[in-house]
């Protein structure tokens, strides 16, 4: 499995509570410029609708040799879900008030797939703990080596 982009800020701005791996439906030369790692995920989401996932917002750099073929790089794309998966976030969007963001595109078996999470925005409070956790761990990692060496 080779990650293709990763969403930076998905992780810092939301609490994951469970990851689903999705396909995603492209044209010839969108997998071709995903191959060279021309894709951006930020500010991108995942919304139902009429019973199907459909990725919003995702960059995918039109491909240099593509001329014609290339199509608008911020289109809204398909993903590929079982009807009970689909079914089963659109209740916990729902009701629990979750979100569903991508958090990485990666190449499994020369198939282009993206990793969704369900996801809790975070407060700023929340930030600023998971912020001093990170600290006070680097730190402690620190002492622990200082100690050792």
């Known amino acids: 499995m080779k990650v293709v982009a990763r969403n930076r800020k998905a ?17 010839g030369t969108e997998i071709k410029s995903i191959r060279q790692g021309r894709v951006n995920l930020q500010d991108s989401y995942v919304r139902i609708d009429r019973g199907e996932a459909l990725l919003i917002g995702m960059h995918i750099s039109p491909f240099e040799q593509g001329n014609r073929f290339n199509v608008d790089p911020t289109r809204t794309r398909k993903l590929l879900l079982h009807r009970k998966e689909i079914d089963k976030l659109y209740g916990q969007i729902k009701m629990k008030g979750l979100t569903l963001i991508p958090l990485d595109v990666h190449l499994r078996n020369g198939f282009a797939k993206v ?7 975070k407060k700023l ?21 200082e100690r050792y060496q």
């Open 11 to 27: 992780r810092h701005d939301y609490q994951i509570e469970e990851t689903y791996e999705a396909g995603i439906v492209l044209t």
């Open 115 to 121: 990793e969704i999470g369900l996801a809790r925005g």
């Open 125 to 145: 409070y929340d930030k600023r703990q998971t912020a001093a956790k990170r600290d006070a761990d680097r730190e402690l990692r620190r002492k622990v080596k």
